[in-house]
Structure formats: structure tokens, C-alpha cells
């Protein structure tokens, strides 16, 4: 019975101090919190919170991003200093249309300070879920009105929408693809991006002008310009056309990427249809081509980029065969072989014999190696099955020369003093072109020959 009794006393205190232990760990965790919490401002401890605020002015942008990487209560604390009336002021400078030179818009001093505002912003809300991080910064940056889509007054000489573009571009990089998604989704909804697509893709070329330029200039200098991989910028263009019936990516394409007026910056419509046109004029057309093309997307294929290539050279309606050629040389070799190639296989050789003779016009006027013209009709030659085929091929270019020759004549014969001033230049051109073009047929033959 001793040791029974003996027992029961001896457990019952050890149970009573284990429950007595477990009180004590609680208020110890407790304390434990509150004082990382403090110790995680370090020195800045000691520091009411309007003397750290004042600190905070006397630092560069880029200083404030370093610092608020040292813990999660200190980057809390640049968080509240940023939504301070002092501290926006400071930080979300607006000087966007007081600029030296145009030519020195990328080396401005705004557009670095917000490309290291975007850097602070993507340290100070790393924690954040991506709907709650961009929440958050649309709240703050909500008061520049020229990051708003209609914002600005005077858009042609303003830097906010490009300022907003590098922000963007440093907050988001290394974001994988369902977080761009949401980003790419919170945009349109704060634009109104899809609606006004839709008007203008529906709208008669040049009826909605002002709303062209708009979309032109939020795509250019928001999603596009500031990406250095051309992976995320075909990501964000495949994001705009893909939602679109391939007619309408071609009228999309075109206001973004289509010439423009010097004047006012707005499109020009008629450039493609009516006189042959600079490589300038076609250069960001070829440059998107080539990006849907070459980086792989899963979301195209080469037939779809093929296709949206005829879809562009009716945009707004027939181009002129030479623009045709100019964009095809412009766009690559592969892309102007695939091209051709699709035309061969679909019979259209008719049409791909005059497109030959416009490369050929295109390489005579621009210097381009003849030969390049002359390799490309070979390339597209072994595309045919029979050698009736290909000496049908051959028959038809030998003929366009002669009739798109004839056309000319015909034209300077019956036209006004201007027009015919300008396809007599053009028809020199051609005959130039026919002669050096049988010239390199000619090498090429005797080569084959030799060896």
C-alpha cells in the first residue's frame, strides 16, 4: 500500500509540472515574437517611425529596393512610406512631357527611375498573392493619370505610357506564364482593352483614328518595346491576336505594327495599296512575323503564320505585289520560302510567278544580291513534284516579266505627268531587274554545268 501511495504521489507532481511547463513555453513564444519583430528592424529599432521616413528621403530609389529586402518589417514600413502624400510625391514622378530630345526618350532619366521604382515595388510585395500584388499597385499608381489609357492629352509627346510599360516589364520579369496570364487579364479589365479592340477591328480602316493610336501606342509602350527576351514579347502579342478570328489579327497587326503618319502618328491606311512603299514603313510588320514565327510559340504554327500573312496583304485591300515582296524579303528566309512554298503546293503558281519578279524588282532597287532572288525561284522549284510542273513554273515567271513590263508601258503611255514620271523609275528598275535576274540564271546554269 506504501508504495502504492508512493507512486500516485510521485506522478501526480510530475504531471502538474509538465502542464505548468507548457504555460510557461507559450508566454515565452510570445515574448520570443514580439521581440524578432523588433529585432528585425535592427538598428532602426531605436527610430520613431517619422525620423525612419525622413531617412528614407535621403536614399536613391534603388537604395530603398536594397534596403527592403533586410526583413519583412522593414520592407512593411517602405510599403507605408511609399502610400504617404510625401513619399508618392517623391517616388511617382510625373515629368513625362517635358522632354530634351525625342531621339533620347530611352536614355531618360524618368524612365530609369521607374524602371528601378518597378524593382522596389516587385522586393516590397514578393509575399503577396499576384491579384492582391497588382491590387495593390494600381492603387498606388492610380493617381498618374498619363498611365491611364486615355489619360493623357497630348499622347504622341508623352513618356507615361513607356514609363508604365518599363515598370511593368521589371516588376513581372521572371513571372512565369499563368501569373503573366493574370497580369495580361487585370490589364483589360482596367483598359477596357477587349471593347475597344472590337471597335476598331469592326470599324471602317480610319474611322476610329484616335482610338487606333490609343491601342497602338498602350500595346507598343506598355506590353511590347521594353522585353529583351523576344519570348516574352511574343508572348504578350500572341495574348492580344489570339483571342481574334485570323482576319481580325490582321487588322490588329497592322494598326500596331503598320506605318504611320509623321505628322500625327496615326495609321496610314492607304500606304500599302496605292504606291510602293520603304522598308521603314514595313520593318515593325516583318519584325512581329518574324516573332510569331522563329520563337516557337506553341500557340502558332507556320501555317497560321502564313496565313496571316495573306490575311495582311488584303488589309485594307489588295496590297501592291511589290510591298508584298518588300515585307517577304523583310521577314526572312524562311518565312518568304514557306510562303511561296504553301503557293506551289495550292496551285497558285501564276501568282507565285509574279511574286518572283517583284523580288527581283525589290533586290534591283534596294542592292540586294540578285542571286538570293534567283536561289529562293530554285528552293521553290524542288517544291514540285514532275518537271512538267516546275517547266510550267519557269514558263510563268519568264511570262510575268514580259507582261508586268508591258503593264508599265501601258501605263506611261495613257497616264498623267506624275504618275508617269514614277513608273517610267519603275519600269527602268524592272528591266534592270530581268537583265540581272537571267544574268545569275544564267551563272548558275553554267556552274551546275561545269561541276
Known amino acids: 500500500m506504501a508504495s502504492r501511495i508512493n507512486t500516485s504521489f510521485t506522478l501526480i507532481p510530475n504531471q502538474k509540472y509538465r502542464r505548468s511547463n507548457r504555460r510557461s513555453s507559450r508566454v515565452s513564444n510570445t515574448l520570443d515574437s514580439d521581440s524578432q519583430s523588433l529585432s528585425a528592424l535592427g538598428n532602426f529599432k531605436a527610430l520613431p517611425l517619422e525620423i525612419f521616413q525622413v531617412i528614407l528621403k535621403y536614399l536613391s530609389v534603388k537604395d530603398i529596393s536594397m534596403l527592403s529586402m533586410v526583413s519583412k518589417t522593414v520592407s512593411q514600413h517602405i510599403i507605408n512610406y511609399i502610400s504617404t502624400s510625401s513619399g508618392s510625391k517623391r517616388l511617382l514622378l510625373q515629368d513625362f512631357h517635358n522632354l530634351e530630345l525625342p531621339g533620347k526618350r530611352q536614355d531618360s532619366a524618368v524612365l530609369e527611375h521607374y524602371r528601378s521604382l518597378g524593382l522596389l515595388f516587385k522586393r516590397c510585395t514578393l509575399l503577396l498573392p499576384t491579384k492582391e500584388r497588382l491590387k495593390y499597385i494600381h492603387k498606388i499608381l492610380a493617381e ?40 495580361f487579364n487585370f490589364l483589360c479589365e482596367l483598359t477596357d482593352l477587349s471593347r ?40 504578350w502579342l500572341t495574348r492580344i491576336l489570339k483571342p481574334w478570328p485570323m482576319v481580325n489579327q490582321a487588322r490588329l497587326l497592322y494598326i500596331i505594327f503598320g506605318p504611320i503618319s509623321p505628322q500625327d502618328g496615326q ?23 518574324k516573332l510569331l ?147 545569275e540564271v544564267l551563272y548558275l546554269t553554267i556552274n551546275s554545268v561545269s561541276t
Open 267 to 289: 495609321v496610314v491606311w492607304q500606304k500599302m495599296i496605292e504606291e510602293p512603299t520603304d522598308e521603314s514603313s514595313l520593318k515593325g510588320l516583318a519584325d512581329a512575323i
Open 144 to 183: 498618374i493619370s498619363c498611365f491611364k489609357f486615355n489619360g493623357c492629352a497630348a499622347p504622341m509627346q508623352c513618356l507615361g505610357l513607356s514609363c508604365y510599360g518599363m515598370f511593368l516589364q521589371t516588376l513581372t520579369a521572371g513571372w512565369d506564364e499563368l501569373e503573366c496570364h493574370r497580369v
Open 293 to 439: 514565327y522563329d520563337t516557337g510559340i506553341k500557340e502558332w504554327t507556320a501555317d497560321d503564320v502564313i496565313s496571316l500573312i495573306d490575311e495582311l496583304s488584303v488589309v485594307p485591300r489588295e496590297w501592291l505585289l511589290e510591298n508584298n515582296a518588300r515585307l517577304l524579303i523583310l521577314s526572312g528566309n524562311d518565312i518568304c520560302f514557306t510562303f511561296m512554298a504553301s503557293k506551289a503546293v495550292n496551285g497558285r503558281t501564276i501568282e507565285l510567278a509574279k511574286l518572283i519578279v517583284f523580288l527581283a524588282l525589290v533586290c534591283e532597287k534596294e542592292l540586294y544580291c540578285m542571286d538570293w532572288a534567283v536561289k529562293m525561284m530554285q528552293r521553290v522549284c524542288k517544291v514540285f513534284s514532275t518537271s512538267m510542273e516546275k517547266n510550267n513554273f519557269l514558263q510563268n515567271v519568264a511570262n510575268a516579266f514580259a507582261c508586268i513590263i508591258m503593264e508599265m508601258l501601258q501605263s506611261i503611255m495613257s497616264g498623267d505627268r506624275d504618275e508617269e514620271d514614277r513608273i517610267f523609275l519603275n519600269l527602268f528598275h524592272l528591266v534592270h531587274a530581268q537583265a540581272n535576274f537571267h544574268k
Open 196 to 235: 475597344k479592340m472590337q471597335t476598331v477591328v469592326f470599324s471602317k480602316p480610319g474611322n476610329a483614328r484616335k482610338l487606333e493610336l490609343r491601342i497602338r501606342l498602350f500595346c507598343r509602350n506598355v506590353l511590347f518595346d521594353h522585353w529583351t527576351h523576344r519570348s516574352d514579347s511574343a508572348f
